[in-house]
């Protein structure tokens, strides 16, 4: 080898070696969760289906309680539009304490949500839920999530008898 595609190997390792540990998971986690907010604004708000789903990752999946999994963009369009189609629906959710993999493109967020809905009556019910998004850094450098799963929040005790 050359001196100078020695001189060129090197930087080009150091350089990476350098992008790695100028991962800064403080920073990041800031612009995760602020990406998270801005998403969550936008379901609550603004029934845009395909900003809302722009959202997620194309092969994304969807894990809803008591749902069938949605797979994939269409899947995900479809059930956010049946969710924004729904009289009354409404969804809000804060997310919290981003954790990353070593190389800062992957992260988990847990969530709590509260989501109106009409019950089984029609008459409008509010269910909290927690849940868990794995988000993946897509190569044009953006967040998107690529697992979006939740469940129903435990129910407080009652009196006790």
Known sequence: MSGQKAVVLCTAL?????SVAAFDAQTEGAK???????????ASEGRDVEK?????????????????????????????AGSFNTPGFHIHWVSEKPVFSPDGNLAYLRSVTTTTFPGA?????????????????????????????????????????
Do not use: H
């Not at 809302?52 to 369009?77: C, F, H, M, N």
């Open 14 to 18: 150091l350089l990476s070696v350098k």
């Open 52 to 80: 809302t789903a722009s959202y997620w990752t194309d092969d994304a999946i969807v894990v809803p309680p008591s749902q069938p999994i949605a797979e994939g963009k269409a899947a995900i369009r479809a059930f956010v």
């Open 32 to 42: 995760l969760l602020q990406r998270d907010a801005e998403w969550a604004t936008l």
């Open 121 to 161: 009556d029609g008459k409008p019910m509010t269910v909290s839920s927690r849940g868990v998004t794995v988000w993946r850094r897509d190569t044009d450098g953006q967040w998107r999530c690529a697992v979006d799963i939740w469940n129903d929040a435990p129910q407080a005790p009652g009196p006790a008898k």
